[in-house]
């Protein structure tokens, strides 16, 4: 009988030798597998061309009779209007705001410096117009040639034109995916460097948007950047990755 325990107990305790065996060497296999994470960030570009332009100027008259002032106004918005239909602008692209008015004066002082009062000096009234309109190339143009006006006796005050770009929402998803695409790209390399197997993806986080001129050197935004003085532009977004990592 006292045998047999003998035997039962030196089975067990063998049992218990390999399984404490098994176990150490399994940890061991795990620890050389151990997890981690890393993170990547990805870039998409793309220049493009605008397809919307805004153009704005604006006209005034003076003079010390308001109801003057302001049939000479309408006169001279009678011209810009012609000239500008003449030029190829369309009748809904055209866009004529109200009037603004305001007295012009000055101080008058008495011969010993005392200020007793303004001169009134007259009114000036002062219209402003806004083309919008997909035929960037032609209103572009416009805008540069509007000084003709002059030879009417007209002296208009034109604005710089600003460009946009009418696709920008599916621009930004094409962006969006080329920077997911290079932030992955990048990932498996460094997987592959490291000689780690690429997890699966934790997280996606999108960076700032930005809109730059082409060629130029504008400096990048953390709050994003959208240049309208440009009309060939380049769209950049950043996309940041986070992996699981395991080594071999």
């Known amino acids: 009988m006292s045998s047999m325990k003998k035997n039962i107990s030196s ?3 063998a049992t218990a ?3 404490a065996a098994y176990l150490l060497a399994n940890a061991i296999v795990n620890r050389n597998k151990s997890e981690g994470i890393i993170s990547v960030t ?3 570009k793309a220049d493009f061309t605008s397809d919307l332009i805004v153009w704005e100027g604006s006209f005034s008259k003076e003079s010390y009779d308001l109801q003057k002032a302001y049939n000479d106004l309408e006169k001279d918005k009678k011209i810009i209007y012609t000239y500008l239909l003449d030029k190829g602008v369309a009748n809904e692209e055209l866009v004529f705001n109200a009037v603004a008015s305001r007295k012009q004066t000055k101080p008058k002082y008495s011969s010993d410096g005392k200020y007793i009062g303004d001169e009134f000096l007259g009114y000036i009234l002062t219209q402003s117009l806004q083309i919008e309109s997909n035929n960037v190339k032609n209103i572009e143009q416009l805008s540069r040639e509007i000084t003709e006006l002059l030879n009417k006796g007209i002296q208009f005050y034109s604005q710089a034109p600003r460009y946009y770009y009418t696709k920008l929402a599916d621009l930004k998803i094409e962006m969006i995916s080329k920077a997911t695409n290079d932030a992955h790209h990048r990932a498996q390399k460094i997987s592959e460097n490291s000689t780690s197997v ?5 997280s996606a986080k999108m960076g700032i948007f930005q809109i730059t001129g082409q060629n130029s050197n504008e400096d990048y935004s953390w709050g994003g950047t959208y240049n309208t003085s440009s009309k060939n532009k380049t769209a950049s977004i950043t996309m940041k990755l986070n992996y699981n ?3 071999d």
């Open 11 to 13: 089975v067990i305790f």
């Open 17 to 19: 030798i390999i399984i």
């Open 42 to 44: 990805g870039l998409g």
């Open 198 to 202: 690429l997890g699966e993806l934790l």
């Open 245 to 247: 990592i395991r080594g």
